[in-house]
Structure formats: C-alpha cells, structure tokens
C-alpha cells in the first residue's frame, strides 16, 4: 500500500549464512532490482562495510606510524589534512552524484550510458584535482606556515603536504571510480580496492618511514610516499576492473572523449553533494572552535568520543549506502516502490543497530573511554557525550537512509539545504550560547548537538516519507 512492497522473503534459508556471505565478498551479478530486497540489501551492504572498516584501518595505522616521529609530524599530518578536507568534500559529493547516475542508468539497463557517466566522471575528477595538485606542488610551504606550522612544519614537513596534495589525483579517483561499482552494483570490487590500496599502504608505511635494508628511512615523506602508491595502485586496480569488465558495466578507451552534456549533468547533481560535505565539515570546525574555548580537556574527550562513534556506525553506514544504490537502481528501473522498501528496510536494520550500541554507549561509556586515555577529565567529559548520544543514536540510523534516498534518487540539494539549517543556523548557534552566555561548558555543545541531530534525523524522514524525491529525474 502506499505505492511500497509487502516484507520481502528473506535470505534462502537452504543456502548458509557464510555462503551468502562468501557469495557477497566475491561479488555477483545478480539484477538488485528483481532479487529478493533483503538479499539485495545484504549482497550490497556486506563488502560496503568491510570496505568502510578498511579505510578507518588505514587512518589509524598511518597516524600511528607517524606519531612515532614527533608531535610536528603529526601536527604536518593535521595541518595538512585541513586542506584534503575541501578535496575530501569535493570528492565525496562528485561521488554521490556519480553513483545516483550509474545507478539509475543500470536500472533503465542502459549500459552504453552508465559507460560514458564513468568516463565523464573520471574525466571531471582529474579536472579538479589540477587546482590542488598545483597549490600542493609549489606554494606547501606557504600552505603550512598559513595555518600555523611550527618552524619544523615549514622546513621539513613541506615534502609530506607536496606528496600530498600533489598527487591527490589518486585520492579523488579512488572516491569516483569506486562511486562507479558501488552505482552499477559492483560493491565487492570497490571493497577489493581499497583493500588492495591500504594493504600495500600499511605495509609500506614502516618501511618508508623507518627505514627497511637498502630501503632508506624517509621520515614523514615516507609516509606520503606510501600513501601515494598504495592509492595509486589502488587506481590501476580500478581501471583494470573498469575496462576488464563485467556484466554490470564496462568502458573503453574509444569512450574517452569530452561529453559536454553528460558532464554537465553529473556536475549539477554533485553539487549539492560537495555543498552536503563542506556544510558538514565546517560546521564540525565550529564545534571544535567552540570547544576549544572550554578547554583542551574537553576537545581531547569530543575527538576521542567521536571517533568511537564513527568506529561503531561503520555498519550503518555501508548499510546505507546499500540503499542509496538500492535507490537509484529501482529508480531506473521504474520501481519507486521497490525503491522506497529498500530505504524502510534498511531504517528498521540500522534503528535495531544502533539500539544495541546505544545500549553499549550507556552503560560502559567510562570504559570505551579508558581504552584510548588514562586522563580522567578527559573520560569523563568524553563519557558524558556518549552517554547522551546513547539517548536517541538510532534516530541517526534513519537520518542515515533517509539521505541516502535523496542521493540515491539524484536530489542531493535537499538534504544540503536541510544540513544548513539544521547544522549552521541552530547547532552552531545554539552550541555557542548553551556552552558559552549559559556556561554550560562542554555540556552545552552536547546537549545542542544532541537537539540538532535528533531533530534533522527526524525531520529528514519525515520529508523522505512525503516521496518527492520518487519523482527526481538524472
């Protein structure tokens, strides 16, 4: 009723857990628009998830590495990372455009077309990577010293953010092109890459870095170097895979030419996505900022708490994503229904989820806390955040389908107008005046985030429920 299917059946009960999981990690060419949802959803989410746990891997096996070097290292490492951001948002948003229109295209089973988004798509990430590489390669220096680098930063840190920036080429590739399998159902593969890409990079990391037999100790450029390659063969792994082909989607270097209306297109529908990232991202820095004038102590708790929080909801997230390509397939495929089902489907696993980690969060915030510090203020403020987010997590878990139907459809400005709303003009404002004019200290930031969060995840279901976004054309 309601234009939305009845429960589909679920996994065959004939056939194992660990052969449906087996079949996931290995990929398959099952029709995501015709399977049985719940398989769909569970073919997607699997290598969506271990995918998501790789990367948060990597990030903190590199820091890891590189905190052995000084606290200037890892300042460079910071410091530059405030600038990957802006890539980081850009790349992000290309990529949700890019998997809305693969997927829809799959779904209408034109697969000429998917082929040329691809390599539009790969054609307009390298364009925007130019700007940076540029930045990167010839004023690092002036880019660290900008943001505050120490006298070390400058001198010997500039290579790290050369490397860096100069080859962000393979970062805002890995992002499109695995946006690309992740639209056309290929989610495994976009899983072996990034396996693949971080693998080589935590192997290479201590070699460059310390220095391994006739391999030479590089110090933080070590670091970057690594990176640089394990993402760089991550890329060729990806093109390898893209003109190899399969079933789903294919391309060939007779399809590499300039599409204005094509590009056009996939340039529109992401920026509403990039505008998603930085509203996102930069209202985090004011947060932080906020933060800052509490104390270091409560900056130390929010980073460590909030990684936690992202450790936790890495399942939510690849099930998520399983719904935005869910989405856009169904979409395609003119199965609006079908579409819709998924999203419910998907809400009801990530509620129950997060239940389970709310109940976690509540009672052993202390001891999550301890795992990562021995400061007892720190655990105790970083508790307290856990501790109220454990209050209503779960809405997160519809927030995180609901956006991803409106990306998935293709409308990826609502959920940025919604974002700037809800983010810059009550959570940052509201931040301000609970911790500072009411000196609730830490407290406020919580508490305001807590209303602001809960409030745009219920808001953004309720304006998913209304279903405009069935109606989006890519």
Known sequence: MNGVEHSPPALDPKVSVWQHIKNALAGTEADYTSIPLKKAIFLLAVPMILELIMESTFAVVDIYFVSKLGASAVATVGLTETYLFLLYSIAMGLAMAVTAIIAR???????????????????LAIMASVPFSLAGIFFA?????????DQWVIDHGYRYTQWMLGGNAVIMLLFVINAVFRGAGDAAIAMRVLWISNGINIILCPVLISGFGPVPALGIEGAAIATNIGRGIGVLTQLWFLFKGNKRIRVKLSEFYWDAKSMLGILRTSLGGIGQMIVAMTSWIFIMRILAE??????????????VMMFTMMPAWGLSN?????????????NPGRAESAVWTTGKYNMVYLLIVSVVYFIFNDSLMRIFTDDSRVIEIGAEWLRILSFSYFVYGWWMVSTAA????????TPTYINLVFFWLIQIPLSWYLAISLGWQESGVFWAVFFSETSVGLFTLWLFSKGKWKTVKV
Do not use: P, Y
Request: charged letters at 15%.
């Open 294 to 307: 509490v104390g270091s102590e409560a900056v130390a708790g929010a980073t460590i708490a909030l990684r």
């Open 105 to 123: 295209r799959i779904g209408e089973k034109n697969r000429e077309s998917a082929s040329t988004s691809a390599i539009q798509s790969i054609i």
């Open 406 to 413: 409106f990306n998935g459809s293709g409308d990826t400005k």
């Open 322 to 334: 399983a719904a935005t390509t869910l989405v856009g397939q169904n979409l395609g495929a003119g």
């Open 141 to 149: 220096k002036d880019l660290l010293a900008l943001m505050g680098g």
